[in-house]
Protein backbone atom coordinates (compact mmCIF):
# COMPACT_ATOMS: atom_id res chain seq x y z
CA UNK A 1 0.00 0.00 0.00
CA UNK A 2 2.54 2.92 -1.61
CA UNK A 3 -0.08 5.64 -1.45
CA UNK A 4 1.49 8.67 -2.85
CA UNK A 5 4.90 8.89 -3.20
CA UNK A 6 7.41 12.40 -3.70
CA UNK A 7 10.21 12.55 -5.14
CA UNK A 8 13.11 13.81 -4.74
CA UNK A 9 12.58 14.15 -1.14
CA UNK A 10 16.02 16.69 -1.24
CA UNK A 11 16.36 18.95 -3.48
CA UNK A 12 19.26 21.83 -3.72
CA UNK A 13 19.23 23.80 -6.95
CA UNK A 14 20.28 26.97 -7.96
CA UNK A 15 18.58 30.30 -8.84
CA UNK A 16 17.16 30.01 -12.50
CA UNK A 17 17.30 26.35 -13.20
CA UNK A 18 14.26 24.32 -13.68
CA UNK A 19 12.85 21.83 -11.05
CA UNK A 20 10.71 19.07 -11.60
CA UNK A 21 8.85 17.36 -8.39
CA UNK A 22 7.10 14.51 -8.90
CA UNK A 23 3.90 12.98 -7.17
CA UNK A 24 2.47 9.48 -7.87
CA UNK A 25 -0.27 8.14 -6.13
CA UNK A 26 -1.88 4.27 -6.15
CA UNK A 27 -5.34 4.51 -5.36
CA UNK A 28 -7.15 6.22 -8.48
CA UNK A 29 -8.37 9.52 -6.53
CA UNK A 30 -9.17 11.94 -8.95
CA UNK A 31 -8.04 14.76 -7.25
CA UNK A 32 -4.79 15.92 -7.15
CA UNK A 33 -3.14 18.72 -4.97
CA UNK A 34 0.03 20.81 -4.36
CA UNK A 35 0.88 22.47 -1.44
CA UNK A 36 3.82 24.55 0.09
CA UNK A 37 4.26 25.14 3.72
CA UNK A 38 6.07 27.62 4.63
CA UNK A 39 7.02 29.07 8.54
CA UNK A 40 3.72 31.26 9.53
CA UNK A 41 2.12 30.46 6.21
CA UNK A 42 0.93 27.06 7.08
CA UNK A 43 0.19 25.37 4.19
CA UNK A 44 -0.64 26.99 0.72
CA UNK A 45 -2.11 25.77 -2.45
CA UNK A 46 -0.10 25.90 -5.43
CA UNK A 47 -2.52 24.30 -7.94
CA UNK A 48 -4.74 20.91 -8.24
CA UNK A 49 -6.49 19.26 -10.24
CA UNK A 50 -9.88 17.25 -10.74
CA UNK A 51 -8.88 14.50 -13.33
CA UNK A 52 -6.31 13.99 -16.08
CA UNK A 53 -6.21 16.83 -18.49
CA UNK A 54 -7.89 19.08 -16.06
CA UNK A 55 -5.80 21.64 -13.68
CA UNK A 56 -6.42 24.67 -12.46
CA UNK A 57 -4.68 27.80 -10.15
CA UNK A 58 -4.57 27.40 -6.51
CA UNK A 59 -3.37 30.28 -3.76
CA UNK A 60 -0.09 30.66 -4.90
CA UNK A 61 1.10 29.32 -8.50
CA UNK A 62 3.39 31.82 -9.96
CA UNK A 63 6.32 30.63 -11.29
CA UNK A 64 4.59 27.01 -11.12
CA UNK A 65 3.73 24.75 -13.99
CA UNK A 66 1.77 21.30 -13.67
CA UNK A 67 0.39 19.26 -15.67
CA UNK A 68 -1.61 15.34 -15.65
CA UNK A 69 -1.58 13.38 -18.30
CA UNK A 70 -1.98 10.49 -16.13
CA UNK A 71 -4.39 10.08 -13.12
CA UNK A 72 -1.53 8.47 -11.05
CA UNK A 73 1.13 11.44 -11.60
CA UNK A 74 0.84 15.49 -10.76
CA UNK A 75 4.81 16.77 -11.61
CA UNK A 76 5.29 20.25 -10.41
CA UNK A 77 7.49 22.36 -11.99
CA UNK A 78 9.48 25.34 -10.99
CA UNK A 79 10.30 26.68 -14.55
CA UNK A 80 12.94 29.10 -13.32
CA UNK A 81 13.72 28.85 -9.79
CA UNK A 82 14.11 31.60 -7.05
CA UNK A 83 14.92 31.70 -3.55
CA UNK A 84 11.47 32.22 -2.41
CA UNK A 85 10.51 28.87 -3.91
CA UNK A 86 12.58 27.20 -0.82
CA UNK A 87 10.05 25.66 1.01
CA UNK A 88 8.61 22.05 1.81
CA UNK A 89 6.35 20.50 -0.94
CA UNK A 90 3.54 18.16 -0.09
CA UNK A 91 1.58 16.64 -2.69
CA UNK A 92 -2.14 15.27 -1.79
CA UNK A 93 -4.74 13.42 -3.02
CA UNK A 94 -8.21 12.69 -2.33
CA UNK A 95 -11.08 11.16 -3.02
CA UNK A 96 -14.51 12.93 -4.40
CA UNK A 97 -15.32 15.96 -3.56
CA UNK A 98 -17.82 16.65 0.02
CA UNK A 99 -15.29 14.34 1.71
CA UNK A 100 -12.53 16.81 1.94
CA UNK A 101 -10.19 14.13 3.23
CA UNK A 102 -6.71 14.88 2.17
CA UNK A 103 -4.05 12.05 2.07
CA UNK A 104 -0.69 13.55 1.85
CA UNK A 105 3.00 12.55 0.33
CA UNK A 106 5.73 12.67 2.38
CA UNK A 107 7.20 16.50 1.29
CA UNK A 108 9.74 17.45 -0.77
CA UNK A 109 12.43 19.91 1.01
CA UNK A 110 13.15 22.40 -2.20
CA UNK A 111 16.64 24.71 -1.53
CA UNK A 112 17.18 27.63 -3.64
CA UNK A 113 20.61 29.26 -3.09
CA UNK B 1 -12.90 33.48 0.46
CA UNK B 2 -12.85 31.69 3.54
CA UNK B 3 -9.78 32.11 6.06
CA UNK B 4 -8.78 30.11 8.61
CA UNK B 5 -6.82 31.51 12.07
CA UNK B 6 -4.89 29.25 14.73
CA UNK B 7 -3.90 32.03 17.31
CA UNK B 8 -1.63 29.78 19.20
CA UNK B 9 1.69 29.50 17.28
CA UNK B 10 3.49 27.65 19.80
CA UNK B 11 2.39 25.77 22.70
CA UNK B 12 4.39 24.24 25.35
CA UNK B 13 2.72 21.56 27.85
CA UNK B 14 4.07 18.89 30.47
CA UNK B 15 2.86 15.33 30.36
CA UNK B 16 -0.58 15.03 31.71
CA UNK B 17 -1.33 18.47 31.42
CA UNK B 18 -4.82 19.52 29.15
CA UNK B 19 -4.96 20.91 26.07
CA UNK B 20 -6.70 23.41 23.99
CA UNK B 21 -5.66 24.36 20.64
CA UNK B 22 -8.05 27.47 19.18
CA UNK B 23 -9.26 27.65 15.42
CA UNK B 24 -11.44 30.33 14.42
CA UNK B 25 -12.36 30.79 10.56
CA UNK B 26 -14.16 33.30 8.23
CA UNK B 27 -16.63 31.72 6.26
CA UNK B 28 -20.68 32.68 5.88
CA UNK B 29 -21.93 29.47 4.44
CA UNK B 30 -21.98 25.67 5.63
CA UNK B 31 -18.70 24.26 5.74
CA UNK B 32 -16.54 21.08 7.13
CA UNK B 33 -14.05 21.04 9.46
CA UNK B 34 -10.56 19.63 9.96
CA UNK B 35 -7.61 18.84 12.28
CA UNK B 36 -4.50 17.59 10.80
CA UNK B 37 -1.76 16.40 12.20
CA UNK B 38 1.93 16.55 11.12
CA UNK B 39 4.44 14.73 13.09
CA UNK B 40 8.40 15.31 12.98
CA UNK B 41 9.61 14.45 10.26
CA UNK B 42 6.53 13.11 8.94
CA UNK B 43 3.07 13.51 6.34
CA UNK B 44 0.18 15.27 7.35
CA UNK B 45 -2.60 13.03 8.33
CA UNK B 46 -5.83 13.47 9.64
CA UNK B 47 -7.02 14.06 13.19
CA UNK B 48 -10.68 14.50 13.40
CA UNK B 49 -13.58 15.99 11.40
CA UNK B 50 -16.88 17.82 11.35
CA UNK B 51 -19.23 17.65 8.40
CA UNK B 52 -22.84 17.92 10.15
CA UNK B 53 -24.81 16.45 13.43
CA UNK B 54 -23.06 16.19 16.79
CA UNK B 55 -21.15 18.95 16.90
CA UNK B 56 -18.69 17.60 19.45
CA UNK B 57 -16.25 15.72 17.14
CA UNK B 58 -13.79 12.41 18.43
CA UNK B 59 -10.77 11.55 16.06
CA UNK B 60 -8.10 9.33 17.15
CA UNK B 61 -5.51 9.13 19.98
CA UNK B 62 -7.90 10.67 22.16
CA UNK B 63 -8.46 14.11 20.50
CA UNK B 64 -12.12 15.66 20.20
CA UNK B 65 -12.52 19.32 18.71
CA UNK B 66 -16.06 21.30 19.15
CA UNK B 67 -18.05 22.96 16.47
CA UNK B 68 -19.68 26.37 17.69
CA UNK B 69 -20.75 27.51 14.78
CA UNK B 70 -21.86 30.80 16.77
CA UNK B 71 -18.61 31.61 17.55
CA UNK B 72 -17.50 30.60 14.10
CA UNK B 73 -14.80 28.05 16.10
CA UNK B 74 -13.68 24.27 16.00
CA UNK B 75 -11.35 24.10 18.97
CA UNK B 76 -9.00 20.82 19.55
CA UNK B 77 -9.11 19.31 23.08
CA UNK B 78 -7.14 16.50 24.56
CA UNK B 79 -7.62 16.12 28.73
CA UNK B 80 -3.97 14.53 29.26
CA UNK B 81 -1.52 14.81 26.58
CA UNK B 82 1.73 12.83 25.98
CA UNK B 83 4.94 12.97 25.21
CA UNK B 84 4.22 11.49 21.35
CA UNK B 85 1.67 14.21 20.77
CA UNK B 86 4.77 16.75 19.98
CA UNK B 87 3.91 17.83 16.81
CA UNK B 88 2.49 20.62 14.70
CA UNK B 89 -1.54 20.44 14.12
CA UNK B 90 -3.44 22.26 11.23
CA UNK B 91 -7.01 23.44 11.13
CA UNK B 92 -8.66 23.51 7.95
CA UNK B 93 -11.93 24.24 6.70
CA UNK B 94 -13.73 23.87 3.41
CA UNK B 95 -17.01 25.10 2.08
CA UNK B 96 -19.33 22.39 1.71
CA UNK B 97 -21.16 23.56 -1.35
CA UNK B 98 -20.61 20.92 -2.88
CA UNK B 99 -17.67 22.86 -5.80
CA UNK B 100 -14.68 21.16 -5.90
CA UNK B 101 -12.16 23.58 -3.92
CA UNK B 102 -9.41 22.40 -1.90
CA UNK B 103 -9.16 22.98 2.03
CA UNK B 104 -8.09 26.49 3.13
CA UNK B 105 -5.61 25.97 5.91
CA UNK B 106 -4.64 27.53 9.27
CA UNK B 107 -0.99 28.35 9.59
CA UNK B 108 -0.66 25.76 13.00
CA UNK B 109 0.29 25.21 16.35
CA UNK B 110 3.73 23.87 17.48
CA UNK B 111 2.74 21.70 20.29
CA UNK B 112 5.76 20.55 22.52
CA UNK B 113 5.41 18.07 25.12
CA UNK B 114 7.71 18.25 27.69
CA UNK B 115 8.48 14.72 29.31
Known amino acids: DAGITQSPRYKITETGRQVTLMCHQTWSHSYMFWYRQDLGHGLRLIYY???????DKGEVPDGYVVSRSKTENFPLTLESATRSQTSVYFC????????????FGEGSRLTVL | AQSVSQHNHHVILSEAASLELGCNYSYGGTVNLFWYVQYPGQHLQLLLK??????LVKGIKGFEAEFIKSKFSFNLRKPSVQWSDTAEYFC?????????????FGSGTQLTVLP
Open chain 2, 50 to 55: YFSGDP
Open chain 1, 49 to 55: SAAADIT
Open chain 2, 92 to 104: AVTDSSGSARQLT
Open chain 1, 92 to 103: ASRLPPRTGELF
